[in-house]
């Protein structure tokens, strides 16, 4: 009785982690503070001078996204900020940083008319007009699945993700753009779900990408907080139909499951849960826990220590702000280079001043804007 308890407390971050995400400052839960972002996205009209950069809404297609077991199409939007200079230097090649999104994202909320919290062209532009930024080509994909979010993760059920990210998208776009095709010239960065998939693509990934930057990365680490509630809505989603009604932590739950324990046996959601008629599935949960990255990164210091540059942040009001300090304190246990920082700010609060005066300088002084010597 007691070991049974004990393995119900020790539910893996990436449960907890989706419910986190629920939380921001003051209270708020997500869905709250990406309305309020959203309402004041709408209301502020762009006030960016200088030159604009221009936005490409393409769709590529995923060979490695092919015959996923959600039945979402390997073919995927892509949105591709081309900076100010591109079409005027037409011999000029280009560094280009890919950038992910998060959970219940898309890219069309970054890149297109409506912006959720983040209007990334106006900062992009802000960034390049201040001079604290280069030019160079941005991508990003969307990865807005069935299941509302990929986890940019491999499974039979969601697709691999992993592959689409570092092998279709990054040779497709130095194919059909004027792109340094080299890893130097190429960094990573995500918010999120987006931050996430950073560190899980960047710990596999260190020949196709050369610095990296994970912004309030969620699940990271096993955490041992459970909430039987959820897992009861949970166990009642028996169709993709059924998330338009569920709350966020449960249509979190049923991402990470079709991301980190598919079941191509188990139909019709192709997915087996950490628990069955309250009860802890242990072998499951492990697979949850082997996602986590902090339970990942003793097995690519190597790959990590390859980077030119990693950087960690999270607001000071974010409910994942202890499980990306426990980030840091691993990765300097294990003698990875990298820098962390703290800002006041919710999950969703500041992203886009964190992309223009943050990120954008990041991979200005780290990624390489030259061709690489043969």
Known sequence: MK??????????????????LLAGAAGLSFAQAQEQAQAKAQTTAPTTAGPHGTVE???VHGKS???????????????????????????????VLYLLHGYMDNDDNWFGAKHMF???PEAIDKSLASGTAREMIVVMPNAYTVYMGSMYSNSVTTGDWESFIARDLVSYIDAHYRTLPDRASRGLAGHSMGGYGTMRLGM???EVFSSLYSMSACCLEPNPNQQNATMAKTEAIRSATDLEHADFGTRAMIASAAA??????????YFDLPWADGKMQPSIEAKWDANAPIAMIDQYVPNLKEYRAIALDVGTKDGLMASVEELDRNMTLMGIPHTFETYEGTH??????RLEKNVMPFFSKNLSFSRAKR
């Open 3 to 20: 070991s049974t308890i004990l393995r119900a407390r020790r539910i893996s971050l990436h449960l907890a982690a989706a419910m986190a």
């Open 57 to 59: 809404r393409i769709k």
């Open 65 to 95: 996204l092919e015959g996923n077991l959600e039945g979402d199409s390997p073919d995927r939007y892509v949105s591709v900020y081309l900076p100010p200079g591109y079409k005027t230097h037409r011999k000029q090649r280009y560094p």
């Open 118 to 120: 983040v209007n990334a």
């Open 204 to 206: 596999k990934f260190p």
């Open 260 to 269: 980190w324990s598919p079941d191509p046996k188990n139909p019709p959601l």
């Open 348 to 353: 969703v609060s500041g992203i886009q001043e």
